[in-house]
């Protein structure tokens, strides 16, 4: 449980970040803190949550994130001209 608590300020910072820069990027990083904090209740070994960590935070960027700026990018709106 002790490396939950580091878990957590991790996500809270990556979710800071996130609102601050709005790049769609951090925000998969602490979705992956979570993970690891879920993880750290019911194991405690750091280097099983570092590397679900990282697994994750890798899936996430590289599966989700081209979905969600594909579906939310405001440019691709297509407007009607008069």
Do not use: H
């Not at 019911?42 to 994750?56: K, M, R």
């Amino acid at each position: 449980m002790t490396n939950g608590i580091y878990w957590l300020l991790l996500m809270a910072f990556l979710i800071l970040v996130e609102v601050f820069t709005l790049g769609m990027t951090a925000i998969w990083l602490a979705v992956a803190a979570l993970v690891a904090f879920l993880i750290s209740l019911f194991y405690d070994n750091l280097i099983v949550e570092v590397v679900l960590f990282a697994l994750i935070s890798l899936a996430l960027l590289y599966t989700v994130k081209p979905l969600v700026k594909k579906y939310f990018n405001p440019k691709s709106r297509k407007f009607r001209q008069k």
